[in-house]
């Protein structure tokens, strides 16, 4: 990963925990994190949920995939949305995938 790929990651590190290689936030760290990828120019691949299970953290199925979507900005709007209002009430750590 080059340098300017890890600087999104190293702002955020502080504010969220990394399991299973992804750094899971709150869902208002990780929309401020989709601006600043929006920003960056980086295109935003996938939303990934977490939830707890007792004292444990696993990963909810009902992921966003937006693979198939190429636009930076409507990826973007697309992630910060569903962290917004789609969340299951589960929910409580969100990871994003990007390029």
Excluded: C
């Excluded at 990828?37 to 004292?55: A, C, F, T």
């Excluded at 995939?65 to 209002?85: E, G, M, P």
Aim: proline share 4%.
């Amino acid at each position: 990963m080059i340098a300017v790929l890890k600087q999104p990651i190293d702002k955020y590190h502080h504010l969220g925990i990394v399991k299973a290689g992804e750094l899971l936030l709150r869902p208002a760290d990780a929309i401020s994190l989709a601006d600043e990828l929006e920003q960056m120019g980086m295109l935003i691949l996938g939303v990934d949920l977490w939830y707890y299970i007792g004292q444990e953290i696993a990963e909810d199925p009902g992921s966003l995939d937006l693979s198939q979507v190429t636009d930076v900005k409507n990826n973007a709007a697309i992630a910060r949305n569903f962290i917004a209002n789609k969340l299951p009430l589960r929910i409580t750590f969100v990871s994003l995938v990007w390029e």
